[in-house]
T-cell receptor, first 109, second 115 residues
Framework: QQQVKQSPQSLIVQKGGISIINCAYENTAFDYFPWYQQFPGKGPALLIAIRPDVSEKKEGRFTISFNKSAKQFSLHIMDSQPGDSATYFCAPVGNQFYFGTGTSLTVIP | GAVVSQHPSRVICKSGTSVKIECRSLDFQATTMFWYRQFPKQSLMLMATSNEGSKATYEQGVEKDKFLINHASLTLSTLTVTSAHPEDSSFYIC???????????FGSGTRLTVV
């Protein structure tokens, strides 16, 4: 059973636009919902994370929206920049740790 | 912030030889570390959980005799790919959590090429 479904697989956004990546999960035991950013040839880095007691968290241009009833959380990148071009993974944590399939984001100048 | 150092970043080895990859937590102690494998344009696949002072726990389908894991101290875990073959060529990444849960810090990865 696939525990985590991430979409879209790839995304192309114009500079200054909004990038939205979604993550749907099955396991209701997840209690920590992070997004990781990975550049080619590097390990992932924690970008932003949320706990289920809040519905939204914002850090600079990055926002997580969390919908507990729908078992979904999303990453919004405002004013997307070429430097944001990377692969993004959701990786909810509970009694186990699952990585989403990844979203390749390309921000074109 | 928490730092996980992974070495080497790149290694090329001949088929049949063994390669050791080190993962160190520089500013925190990690009783548990994780080893992943990543193929091009794919997600991270958890290979094994490394436990300090005890045997590693391997995910289904991962050969424990091929991928030897040693977690001898609270700051160091090693992954040894034994008798490497070209199909073992991949990007290997380790991670650990400073708090023992939640957010994880990842190493910079090791690109292994077996020729």
């Amino acid at each position: 059973q696939q525990q985590v479904k991430q979409s879209p697989q790839s995304l192309i956004v114009q500079k200054g636009g909004i990038s939205i990546i979604n993550c749907a999960y099955e396991n209701t035991a997840f209690d920590y919902f992070p997004w990781y950013q990975q550049f080619p040839g590097k390990g992932p880095a924690l970008l932003i994370a949320i706990r289920p007691d809040v519905s939204e968290k914002k850090e600079g241009r990055f926002t997580i929206s969390f919908n507990k009833s729908a078992k979904q959380f999303s990453l919004h990148i405002m004013d997307s920049q070429p430097g944001d071009s990377a692969t993004y993974f959701c990786a909810p944590v509970g009694n186990q740790f699952y990585f989403g399939t990844g979203t390749s984001l390309t921000v074109i100048p | 912030g928490a730092v996980v150092s992974q070495h080497p970043s790149r290694v090329i080895c001949k088929s049949g030889t063994s390669v050791k990859i080190e993962c160190r937590s520089l500013d925190f102690q990690a009783t548990t570390m994780f080893w992943y494998r990543q193929f091009p344009k794919q997600s991270l696949m958890l290979m094994a959980t490394s436990n300090e002072g005890s045997k590693a726990t391997y995910e289904q389908g991962v050969e424990k005799d091929k991928f030897l894991i040693n977690h001898a101290s609270l700051t160091l875990s090693t992954l040894t790919v034994t008798s490497a073959h070209p199909e073992d060529s991949s990007f290997y990444i380790c991670s650990a959590s400073p708090t023992g849960m939640d957010g994880y810090t990842f190493g910079s990865g090791t690109r292994l090429t077996v020729v």
